[in-house]
């Protein structure tokens, strides 16, 4: 990992890789190359799943409930990030549209949305 680069940075850009990778036909070992050129339903499929994990996850209470909680999460924030890449979304355009949000209350946009 590139130092002071945030570890999702550096996993995006390996993912980035990994999609020239694939498209070069190195797919090799790598399992996102594998989830990048397969069935996307079958990555959506694992997105779900992972989705699924994290919130059993989240029941789980004490330490060791927590830790497997970070776990998932780390499993959940990874295949999403594999789904991105597959739609040709940056990290960027998702934190963009965070930002976009900032100041705005749930509430309110939720209001706004039914009128
Ligand atoms: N962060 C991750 C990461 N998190 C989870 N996973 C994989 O995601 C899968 C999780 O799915 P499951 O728990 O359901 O395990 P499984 O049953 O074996 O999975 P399936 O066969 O059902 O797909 C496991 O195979 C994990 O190894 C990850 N695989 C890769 N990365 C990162 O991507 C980099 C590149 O990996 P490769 O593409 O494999 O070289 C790695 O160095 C890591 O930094």
Do not use: N, W
């Amino acid at each position: 990992m590139p130092e002071a680069a945030r570890p999702i940075d550096a996993l995006e850009e390996t993912i980035r890789q990994r999609a020239e990778l694939a498209a070069g036909d190195g797919l090799g070992k790598s399992y996102t190359a594998k989830l990048l050129t397969g069935p996307l339903e079958k990555l959506c499929g694992k997105v779900t799943e992972e989705a699924g994990e994290l919130v059993e996850a989240a029941l789980e209470e004490g330490d060791d409930g927590r830790t497997h909680f970070i776990y998932e999460a780390g499993d959940l924030l990874y295949h999403t990030l594999v789904l991105l890449r597959r739609r040709g979304v940056d990290l960027a355009e998702v934190e963009s549209e965070l930002a976009r949000r900032f100041g705005v209350s749930g509430i309110e946009e939720k209001a706004s949305r039914s009128k």
